[in-house]
Nanobody, 120 residues
C-alpha cells in the first residue's frame, strides 16, 4: 500500500489549492482516506475524511465550509479542495488510509507530506 500526496505550494491569503492523494496497492473501496496537517511547532491535526464506498465525509470545524474532500475511484485518488486559505493553514499536509472503509479516526498507511504555504 502506497499513498502519494501532491499539490502543495505557495498561495496568497484567500486563495485556493487542490491537493491530491493517489493510492496504489489497494482500492478506495477498502479504506477511507483521511487528510491531516502539521504546522511548525504544533501537533498533527486531523482535517477531513472520506469513505468512498458510501460517500460519508467528515470535516474538522476549522476547515468546514472551506475545504472539500472527494474521491475519483477510477483514478484511485482522493482530493482535498482548499478554498479561502489563510496563514493559519500553512502546514505540511498528509493523507493516510483509515483502518476501515468507513472513517474511524484511526490511520493506517501514510503518504509523504506536501507543503502548503499561505503568505502574502
Amino acid at each position: 500500500v502506497q499513498l502519494q500526496a501532491s499539490g502543495g505550494g505557495l498561495v496568497r491569503p484567500g486563495g485556493s489549492l487542490r491537493l491530491s492523494c493517489a493510492g496504489s496497492g489497494f482500492t478506495l473501496d477498502e479504506y477511507a482516506i483521511g487528510w491531516f496537517r502539521q504546522a511548525p511547532g504544533k501537533r498533527r491535526e486531523r482535517l477531513s475524511c472520506i469513505s468512498n464506498l458510501d460517500g460519508t465525509t467528515y470535516y474538522e470545524d476549522s476547515v468546514e465550509g472551506r475545504f472539500t474532500v472527494y474521491g475519483d475511484r477510477a483514478k484511485n485518488t482522493v482530493y482535498l479542495q482548499m478554498n479561502r486559505l489563510n496563514v493559519e493553514d500553512t502546514a505540511v499536509y498528509y493523507c493516510a488510509t483509515d483502518t476501515h472503509y468507513y472513517c474511524t479516526g484511526n490511520s493506517g498507511y501514510w503518504g509523504q507530506g506536501t507543503l502548503v504555504t499561505v503568505s502574502s
